[in-house]
């Protein structure tokens, strides 16, 4: 199939399988995927620029359904996910601001890809400790089984007293998130947790997902199914500006967004329907190789010199 | 509990099968159709066509998903 505006021939069926395997990782993890659509778009001779913009745009089509089937299993918390956007959206644009002073210095893809190495193994290391380490703990044994409903939903981490020290932080605004579970949060720390993800999305490139869903767990306290619904709920807002801004741009080919998008929906139920089987630390477990895929990504990009 | 299971696999099969004539019929149609529009609408008007690729993404986004959930729901009614 011809796509006139980014100039290729692609599949559509393969476009429709990537974007039903990535849609399975969002619907499942709360993650956008753009570290596996970027590659798979470039694999198939997409310009780098329209990997990146098209991609965007399959990602907030593929985390409305995905959201809206997680709203209906009570996993969104809309208060948090409009908070968050503003956060993102400030971040996205401080990230952005980096990359072009990097750029002018001259040294922009070295610096981004040590970044990019060390954030990934960091996120990926540490949930692999934590879930663990909660599994291995007496309430953990209690959320190993297949769980469904309301029940999946109770969390329980080995990071717990760490999250409630900062949620005891009296910094004026305080919020409440009752949807969350939360009585009381600084409003800053939201702001803080949301522009350092979009910072990160910003500087390295995607909606930085593999951020922004741990640090809803570990910093702010939100149970992970929450943080997974919510997560996807405020992509569908700041995808939509990086679409717009994109398409602006001239780097979006919205007509290969469509087609990957029409597998996205299927995966993104079926990823979203899979959470229900699944407590917390098992989903944060199984979470760990999307960031350590994403380092092993950049890795082979800098021994081999060639951009996935 | 294997009964319901394999119940469940077929209506989802079912789901894939009709799911995937109708998006090649999407495929055919619509997309043959807005391709041209789509491409001189990016040329020409870059302002306009951002706000079209997302209002068209929302809005496939929201009628596929309504599409699979009845196709879901229907299934599911029939193999009960």
């Known amino acids: 199939m011809f796509f006139p505006i980014s100039n290729t021939h692609i599949s559509p069926i393969y476009l429709a399988v990537v974007g039903f395997l990535i849609g399975i990782l969002g619907g499942f993890f709360g993650v956008g995927g753009s570290f596996l659509a970027g590659p798979a778009l470039r694999l198939m001779g997409v310009d780098w620029n329209y990997a990146v913009g098209t991609d965007l745009a399959h990602i907030v089509g593929k985390s409305i359904v995905a959201a809206r089937q997680h709203r209906t299993l009570g996993n969104v918390d809309l208060k948090l996910g409009l908070i968050m956007a503003l956060g993102t959206i400030g971040g996205a644009e401080a990230g952005a601001q980096l990359i072009q002073a990097l750029k002018r210095a001259g040294n922009v893809n070295m610096v981004v890809s040590v970044v990019a190495i060390i954030v990934y193994s960091s996120i990926a290391l540490f949930m692999l400790w934590e879930s663990g380490k909660t599994l291995r703990s007496a309430k953990g044994r209690l959320q190993r089984g297949l769980l469904k409903g309301a029940q999946s939903k109770k969390d329980h981490s080995a990071f717990g007293p760490v999250t409630q020290m900062i949620q005891r932080m009296k910094i004026w605004p305080m919020v409440s998130l009752p949807t969350s579970g939360i009585r009381e949060i600084s409003l800053w720390i939201i702001l803080l947790v949301a522009f350092v993800g979009g910072f990160f999305g910003g500087f390295l490139g995607g909606g930085a997902g593999y951020i922004r869903m741990p640090s809803m767990v570990y910093v702010l306290g939100i149970p992970t199914h929450l943080a997974v619904g919510t997560d996807l709920f405020e992509i569908v807002i700041s995808a939509s500006y990086g679409t717009l801004t994109h398409a602006i741009k001239g780097n979006v080919d919205i007509l290969i967004a469509l087609v990957m998008h029409t597998g996205a929906v299927i995966g993104a139920q079926i990823g979203v329907v899979a959470t229900q089987y699944f407590a917390g630390p098992k989903i944060r477990l199984a979470f760990v190789p999307l960031p350590l895929i994403g380092a092993a990504i950049v890795i082979y990009t800098l021994m081999t010199g060639h951009k996935l | ?80």
């Open chain 2, 1 to 80: 509990m294997k009964k319901e299971a394999a119940k469940s696999l077929r209506a989802f099969v079912i789901e894939l099968a009709i799911y995937s004539v109708l998006v090649i019929i999407y495929f055919l149609l619509v997309l043959h159709l807005l391709g041209e529009w789509l491409f001189h609408l990016e040329t020409q008007h870059r302002v306009t066509y951002a706000v079209v690729a997302l209002l068209l993404i929302a809005g496939q986004a929201i009628a596929l998903d309504a599409v699979t959930t009845l196709l879901f729901r229907f299934l599911r009614g029939r193999s009960r």
